[in-house]
């Protein structure tokens, strides 16, 4: 549903560049396939986040197909800055699908190489980053894990060396899971701006400060995503991460089996009596 826009025709773009020269951090939401949908973004933007991502398109499907344009995107008017992220393997593809979103979207992501983000030798890292800066990118995201490494601790040594082989901005990605730890991998890095995936799935409110997700955003969350017509198993794996650590063992059995929203509601009500 590119057509929340069309339909009323308005698009208040805004250029992602203002967050970076701001000289603050940009706080920003990862690219998440099934996660960082409207919805989700709609509840990160309200906790503070700056720039969010969609989650990852495949290119050649979006402009092949109708109907995989209206699954994959969707936004808004509230939407914004928003970078939706392509994979492509054909320049002239990238193209085609960033042409159809150009008119809603602030900015075009191309997807490098999920889950890996540096190579072994950074060197090489280095070299594939300088030669992005000349072809013209804004900026560029760097997860520091290497394609082996998908739970060792993050390279923010690497990114740091990235960085200052950069004249464009440079984000630093992997393992943010609170605001405190944003400002730490910000002075280990000196990066502009900071990327969070799995901590914002956990705690969505963890931009503005908040230690663990606080009430309010549950609810939140609750009321936008009916807002939005999320599909249940969407609805509820969210509510899940978002719960994962203010609930019990014994509570999470209960919840995570719960196969309706309205025994979800039931589930809440019961339990914090607000809806
Ligand atoms: C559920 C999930 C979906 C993801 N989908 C994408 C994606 O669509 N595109 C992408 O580039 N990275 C994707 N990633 C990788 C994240 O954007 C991020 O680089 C990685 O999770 C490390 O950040 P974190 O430690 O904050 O989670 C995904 C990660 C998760 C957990």
């Known amino acids: 549903m590119i057509g ?8 208040q773009l805004k250029d992602p560049m203002d967050l970076f020269r701001s000289g603050q951090v940009v706080k920003i939401c990862a690219p998440m396939v099934r996660y960082s949908k409207l919805a ?8 503070s986040c700056d720039l969010c991502y969609t989650p990852m398109i495949v290119a050649a499907d979006f402009v092949r197909s109708a ?26 593809v990238l193209c085609d699908a960033a042409r159809i979103v150009c008119p809603f979207a602030d900015g075009i992501d191309l997807n490098c190489g999920c889950p890996q983000r540096i190579h072994e030798d950074l060197k090489r890292t280095v070299d594939f980053c300088q030669k992005a800066e000349a072809a013209g990118v804004s900026w560029i995201t760097v997860h520091g894990r290497s ?4 739970h060792q601790p993050v390279h923010y ?4 060396i ?9 984000v630093a990605n992997g393992d943010i899971k609170t605001l405190k730890d944003a400002e730490n991998v910000h002075h280990l890095t000196e990066a502009d701006g900071i990327m969070v995936a799995r901590g914002l799935l956990a705690n969505p409110a963890m931009f503005a400060g908040y230690e663990e997700t606080p009430f309010q955003c549950i609810q939140d ?11 249940f ?30 025994a979800v509601l039931d589930y809440l009500n019961g339990h914090y009596g607000v809806w």
Request: hydrophobic share 35%; net charge positive; glycine share 4%.
């Open 221 to 231: 969350w609750v009321d936008i995503a009916l807002e939005h017509g999320t599909p």
């Open 67 to 92: 109907k995989a344009r209206d699954s994959e995107f969707t936004t808004n008017k509230g939407d914004h800055p928003l970078i939706v992220q392509f994979a492509a393997k054909e320049a002239q």
């Open 233 to 262: 198993t969407c609805f509820h794996h969210h509510l899940m991460y978002m719960m994962e650590r203010i609930t019990s063992k014994q509570e999470k059995k209960v919840f995570n089996v719960l196969s309706s929203t309205s």
């Open 4 to 11: 929340d826009i069309r339909e009323t025709g308005e698009c």
């Open 157 to 160: 040594d690497a990114i740091k």
């Open 40 to 47: 989700f973004r709609t509840l990160v933007r309200k906790y």
């Open 162 to 170: 990235i960085k200052q082989s950069m004249s464009i901005p440079v």
């Open 147 to 150: 394609i082996e490494e998908r």
